[in-house]
C-alpha cells in the first residue's frame, strides 16, 4: 500500500511537472469561434473545438475528452445565451481549472457582445426549448464576427500581453479582409432580399435578417422539437397558399423532414453549412458564408 | 422619418455642393441620389441597433430574484404490476443491505419527487442541495455539497452529503437511469445506491485523454459501513479511491472505464433473517468490507450527434471480500451467540441502451450475482445449523430487464419496462413497470 501510494505521489508529480505548452490554449465551444481564434491568435494559440459542424450544439454530452481538453485551457470561447446550457457547466464543474470559469477573462460568451434577435416575451417550456436571452446562433450575421473579432483580439491581449502585437496586427488584417467580403456578399446577396424561406431550426434567423430573407415557417413544430407528421402536413397546406422559394436546414439536421416537404410542395431544399466545416467549401469563415449565399443563390435565381 | 431624409439630404447636399453645382447631367443626380439614399439607411440601421441594444439592456433582470439558484423539480409516477408482493423481496444468499432496494408498491404510486437547487456561492465555490420526497411524505437529503471553483491544476473538493464514486451509475440520479430500477450489484453490495456524509478530492490530470484519480473519506452512514447513521468515533469510518480513463475512438465513439475501491469497517451493522424454526432474529456483523468495482461505459453516435440516434453499451463487475465477526440474534430472544464470519461475492450486469429514430429507446439488461464463498463460524463449530441463516444460504441471483421509453423532448419520458427478477431463491418475480419521468424548471445536464 505504502509503496503504490509513493508511485501514485510519484506520478501526479511527473505529470504535473510536464512542460506547459508554449501557446495559449483556446477551447471554443462552436467551430465558428476556433476559426476566429486561429485568424486572430495564429501560431501564438493552440485551438481546440468542442463541437462539429455535424452536431448539434444544443445537445453535446460532456465526455471525457472534453473535460480533458477545457482542463487546460486559458480561454473559452462560447455563443453562450445558454446554447449550451446542457453541457458547458458541467464541463467547467469537473474541469478544476480556474482560468475559464464564468467572471474571469478567461471566459467570453460571444452572445453578450451583439444584439439579439428572437428574444421570447414569454419564457415557458411548452413553446418549446427557447432561449431566454434570445437567439444564440448570433454567428450567421458577418457583422456580429466583426463585433467578436475586436472582443476577441482585446482578451486575448488581455491574456498574454507579450503578443499583444501579433494579435493586434492579425486581428487588423483580419477585419480589413472581413470588411471587404461583407461589402462583397451584401452585393451577392441582394437577389436573396424578400425570399420567403423555410428553416428546419430558428439557426439561421440572424443570416436570414442579414441578407432580407423573409422566414415563413419552421420543420420543427417547436424549437428543439423534432419535425412530426401533423406539423408537416399543416405546412403543406401552408405552402399550398404562400409558396415559400426554398427549404432550409443545416449540416447537423436529418435532411428527411425538407424532403419530405420538397417532394410534396416542389419546393427546392438546401442544406446550409451550420457553421465552418458543415461543407468542403466552408473550410474557414470566408468560406462558410460564400458557400451559404452561393448555395441559395443556385435555388433562388 | 421625412425630417430624417431632408438632413441627410441637406448633409449630402453641403458635403457634396461645389460638385453638384457644376454637375449637370442626369447621371450625377442619379448618384447623388443613391447616395441620400444609402445614409438615410445607415441612419435607420443605427436607429434599430441602438434602439433593440436599449431593449436588450431593459431586459436584463433586476431585484432581489436575479440572483435566484437553479431550482429544478423532479416528478414522477409508476404503474406497477408484480407476480410477488414487493414486501417479501429480498436477495438471497446476501445479507440484506436495509437499502430501499424492493420494487415499488403494487398499482398506481407517486415516485420520489426530487428538488434541485444549485448554484455558484461565489467565487470560490459552488453549492447543490438534492431533496427528494417520498410517497410516504418524508424528506431526505439526498445530496447537500459545496464543491470548489477555484483551484486550479486540475484540482476539486466536494464537501457534504454525496453520491459517491463507487463505480459508474452509483453517482448518476434514478431520474437518468435508463431502467426504473438499480442494478442488482447495486442493491446488493450498496444499499441500491450509496450517498455519504464526507469529503472528496479529485485530480483531473492535464493529459489529452481523459485521467482522473480521487479519494473520498465518509462518516460510513449507512451500508457497507454501519451501524445506520453512523459510528460514534472521531476520525474517518469508510474510505472510498477511484481512477477513470476516457476518451474518443474516431468521431462518434466515446468511453471510460473506471477502477474503484471501497474500504469500511463496520460495526454492528444489523440485518433481519429467520432462524430454522421461523422465528424472526436480528443479526449483527462487524468486521472490515473491501468492495472493488470496474467499469465501464460506451457510447456511440453518428458524428457524437445524438439528435437522430445513438447507442450506449454499459457494465460494471463488482467484488467484495468481508471478513470479521457475525453475532446470531442480538436482542438475546434465542440466545444470544457470536462467531468468526467471512466471505467472498461477486456480480455484474451489463446494458445496452438504442436510440432507433428521435425520441424512442429500447434497452436490454441482464443482472447476476454469485454468491461466491460464505462461511460462519457458528455453523462451522456446530453451535447453530446453516438453516439457522437462511438468508445466506448459497444462491446466484439473476435477472432479465427490457424497456422502451418515448421522450417527447430532454424534459419528459415515458418508459415501460419488464423484468423477469430471480433475486429470491423460491419464486420468480414477473415485473411490469409503466413510469413517467418529467422535469420542470432549470436545465440541468447529466454526467457522461
Known amino acids: 500500500m505504502k509503496t503504490s501510494l509513493k508511485f501514485l505521489v510519484a506520478l501526479v508529480l511527473a505529470i504535473a511537472a510536464l512542460p506547459a505548452a508554449a501557446a495559449l490554449n483556446v477551447f471554443a465551444c462552436e467551430p465558428e469561434w476556433a476559426a476566429l481564434a486561429q485568424e486572430l491568435g495564429g501560431d501564438k494559440v493552440s485551438v481546440y473545438s468542442a463541437t462539429t459542424a455535424l452536431q448539434d450544439p444544443h445537445r453535446i454530452e460532456a465526455r471525457p475528452s472534453l473535460i480533458a481538453r477545457i482542463r487546460s485551457a486559458d480561454l473559452l470561447i462560447c455563443s453562450g445565451s445558454e446554447l449550451e446550457i446542457g453541457w458547458l ?51 450567421t450575421d458577418p457583422r456580429n464576427i466583426s463585433k467578436l473579432a475586436a472582443v476577441l483580439e482585446e482578451r486575448l491581449t488581455q491574456l498574454d500581453p507579450a503578443n499583444a502585437g501579433t494579435y493586434h496586427s492579425r486581428a487588423k488584417a483580419f477585419l480589413d479582409r472581413w470588411q471587404a467580403a461583407i461589402a462583397r456578399w451584401e452585393k451577392e446577396a ?21 441578407t432580407g430573407m423573409r422566414e415563413v415557417a419552421s420543420l420543427e413544430p417547436k424549437p428543439g422539437i423534432p419535425p412530426t407528421p401533423s406539423h408537416l402536413a399543416e405546412l403543406l397546406d401552408q405552402m399550398k397558399s404562400q409558396p415559400a422559394k426554398v427549404i432550409v436546414y443545416s449540416s447537423y439536421n436529418s435532411p428527411q423532414a425538407a424532403q419530405f416537404l420538397s417532394e410534396r410542395s416542389k419546393i427546392p431544399t438546401v442544406m446550409l453549412p451550420f ?5 468542403e467549401r466552408a473550410k474557414d469563415l470566408v468560406g462558410f458564408f460564400d458557400d451559404m449565399i452561393g448555395r441559395l443563390l443556385g435555388v433562388v435565381k | 422619418m421625412y425630417g430624417k431624409a431632408t438632413t441627410a439630404l441637406a448633409i449630402a447636399a453641403a458635403l457634396g455642393l461645389p ?6 447631367s442626369q447621371d450625377e443626380l442619379k448618384a447623388l441620389r443613391e447616395q441620400v439614399r444609402q445614409l438615410d439607411k445607415r441612419v435607420q440601421d443605427a436607429e434599430t441597433t441602438a434602439q433593440q441594444a436599449a431593449v436588450q439592456a431593459s431586459n436584463r433582470p433586476t431585484g432581489e430574484s436575479a440572483m435566484n439558484p437553479a431550482v429544478s423539480l423532479i416528478l414522477n409516477g409508476i404503474y406497477s404490476n408484480l407476480s410477488q408482493d414487493p414486501k417479501t423481496y429480498k436477495i438471497n444468499g446476501f445479507v440484506p443491505s436495509n437499502g430501499e432496494v424492493a420494487p415499488p408498491p403494487r398499482g398506481l404510486s407517486l415516485g420520489e419527487s426530487e428538488l434541485a437547487i444549485t448554484a455558484n456561492a461565489d467565487h470560490m465555490f459552488r453549492g447543490t442541495g438534492i431533496f427528494s420526497v417520498s410517497p410516504e411524505n418524508e424528506i431526505e437529503v439526498e445530496e447537500a455539497y459545496i464543491q470548489t ?32 430500477d438499480a442494478p442488482l450489484v447495486m442493491k446488493a453490495f450498496l444499499g441500491n ?14 493529459t489529452p485523454f481523459y485521467l482522473d484519480l480521487g479519494a473520498e473519506a465518509g462518516r460510513g452512514k449507512s451500508f457497507p459501513a454501519g ?30 472505464v473506471g477502477a474503484s475501491l471501497l474500504t469500511t469497517s463496520p460495526q454492528d451493522r444489523l440485518y433481519d433473517d429467520v432462524d430454522s424454526t421461523g422465528t424472526p432474529v436480528t443479526n449483527s456483523i462487524t468486521g472490515t468490507t473491501r468492495l472493488w468495482v470496474l467499469d465501464g461505459i460506451l457510447k456511440w453516435a453518428p458524428n457524437f450527434n445524438p439528435t437522430e440516434t445513438y447507442f450506449k453499451v454499459q457494465g460494471e463487475y463488482f467484488r467484495r471480500k ?18 468468526g464470519y467471512s466471505s467472498a461475492q461477486s456480480g455484474w450486469y451489463l446494458q445496452g441502451v438504442y436510440q432507433f429514430v428521435p425520441m424512442w429507446r429500447v434497452g436490454y439488461r441482464y443482472d447476476r450475482l454469485d454468491a461466491g464463498t460464505t462461511s460462519i463460524g457458528l455453523v462451522d463449530s456446530g453451535a447453530l445449523a446453516a438453516a439457522d441463516f437462511p438468508i445466506l444460504a448459497k444462491y446466484n441471483p439473476t435477472r432479465q430487464t427490457v424497456m422502451m421509453d418515448w421522450s417527447p423532448s430532454e424534459f419528459s419520458r415515458v418508459r415501460l419496462q419488464y423484468a423477469q427478477d430471480k433475486a429470491r431463491s423460491d419464486a420468480k418475480d414477473n415485473q411490469v413497470f409503466l413510469q413517467y419521468i418529467v422535469s420542470l424548471g432549470a436545465h440541468g445536464g447529466h454526467k457522461f
Open chain 1, 89 to 139: 457547466p458541467l464541463l467547467l464543474t469537473q474541469s478544476g481549472n480556474s482560468k475559464i470559469q464564468l467572471g474571469t477573462p478567461g471566459y467570453l460568451e460571444a452572445s453578450q457582445y451583439v444584439a439579439k434577435l428572437e428574444i421570447p416575451k414569454v419564457v415557458d417550456r411548452a413553446l418549446g426549448d427557447i432561449h431566454p436571452g434570445g437567439n444564440p446562433h448570433i454567428h
Open chain 1, 190 to 210: 441582394a437577389p436573396l432580399r424578400g425570399v420567403p424561406v423555410v428553416v428546419h431550426h430558428k439557426a439561421f434567423s440572424y443570416f436570414i435578417n442579414w
Open chain 1, 275 to 279: 457553421t465552418v466545416g458543415g461543407t
Open chain 2, 19 to 24: 460638385e453638384a453645382v457644376k454637375a449637370q
Open chain 2, 149 to 180: 471553483l477555484a483551484l486550479s491544476y486540475g484540482f476539486t473538493i466536494k464537501a457534504g452529503r454525496f453520491f459517491s464514486s463507487v463505480g459508474y451509475q452509483n453517482q448518476i440520479h434514478a431520474h437518468a437511469w435508463d431502467f426504473t
Open chain 2, 193 to 206: 445506491q450509496l450517498s455519504d456524509d464526507g469529503i472528496q478530492l479529485k485530480w483531473v490530470a492535464p
Open chain 2, 227 to 256: 451501524p445506520d447513521g453512523g459510528r460514534n468515533k472521531n476520525g474517518v469510518s469508510s474510505g472510498n479511491f477511484f481512477a477513470h480513463v476516457g476518451g474518443d475512438f474516431g468521431t462518434g465513439t466515446a468511453w471510460q
Open chain 2, 322 to 339: 468481508e471478513s470479521g465477526d457475525l453475532t446470531f440474534d442480538t436482542a438475546g430472544v434465542l440466545g444470544t451467540q457470536t462467531g
